[in-house]
């Protein structure tokens, strides 16, 4: 069975501060890994995927993150944030082969504060 | 091409009533997905539809709860007697294929009182 760790649960930062979000998965197959950004009332957009190829993924917005198989970890990063950032974060896992039933973490409330 | 339409965005029923919660995939796609979120957690997989078929509803509870994505017209997730414990925010998703990026609705929220 899959599991995602988003290891917080919220994160406050000054605007254009960079930022880290952290996310440890467990799997005993190969896996897709992703990062979704959620707006107060809104649905789920995706900012980036890793599917295969170079470890160092970019998205929208300015974030990338950085898959380390090694430490099963795939960690969101900015290097300077925007009021407009505020939202919830949630990290999820598929099986690799597979972009449905994804395995979601309990998300991160990333709060950009002027 | 409009995104993923999901109505009603808020649902009040009183315990024992039913939900009826509609998915409008976008335009092309025929593989629709139901995620729960329920308050402080992350989205748990529900169900993955095809038309006319259910493909996989491992996350489904065993009572209570069906999907259908009839040939013509959205796919509906449909609760039956809800209690206080299926308030939470329900998401569909839709992709043209299986392998493809799933896009995902603004959701529904149900509340039970």
């Known amino acids: 069975a899959q599991s995602v760790t988003q290891l917080d649960s919220q994160v406050p930062v000054f605007e254009e501060a960079p930022v880290e979000l952290r996310c440890n998965y467990s799997s005993s197959v190969s896996v897709y890994l992703f990062w979704y950004v959620q707006y107060p009332n809104q649905g789920l957009q995706l900012l980036l995927k890793?599917?295969?190829?170079?470890?160092l993924v970019k998205g929208i917005n300015g974030f990338e993150a950085e898959f380390n198989k090694s430490q099963t970890s795939f960690h969101l990063r900015k290097p300077s944030v925007h009021i407009s950032d505020t939202a919830e974060y949630f990290c999820a896992v598929s099986n690799g082969g597979s972009n449905y039933k994804l395995t979601f973490g309990k998300g991160t409330l990333l709060t950009v504060n002027p | 091409n409009a995104g993923v339409m999901q109505n009603p965005r808020h649902l009040v029923r009183r315990r024992g009533q039913e939900a009826r919660l509609r998915c409008s995939p976008m335009?092309?796609?025929?593989?629709v997905y139901w995620y729960r979120q329920l308050p402080e957690e992350g989205l748990k997989f529900m169900v993955y539809l095809q038309k006319e078929n259910i493909i996989d509803e491992s996350g489904m509870p065993k009572e209570r709860f069906s999907a259908e994505f009839p040939k013509e017209g959205p796919s509906i997730l449909r609760i039956q007697q809800v209690v206080r414990g299926d308030s939470a925010a329900y998401f569909c998703?839709?992709?043209?294929?299986?392998?493809?990026?799933?896009?995902f609705g603004q959701g529904t929220r149900l509340t039970v009182v």
């Open positions: 335009k092309g796609h025929s593989h």
């Open positions: 998703a839709s992709s043209p294929d299986r392998e493809a990026e799933a896009f």
């Open positions: 890793y599917l295969s190829g170079s470890t």
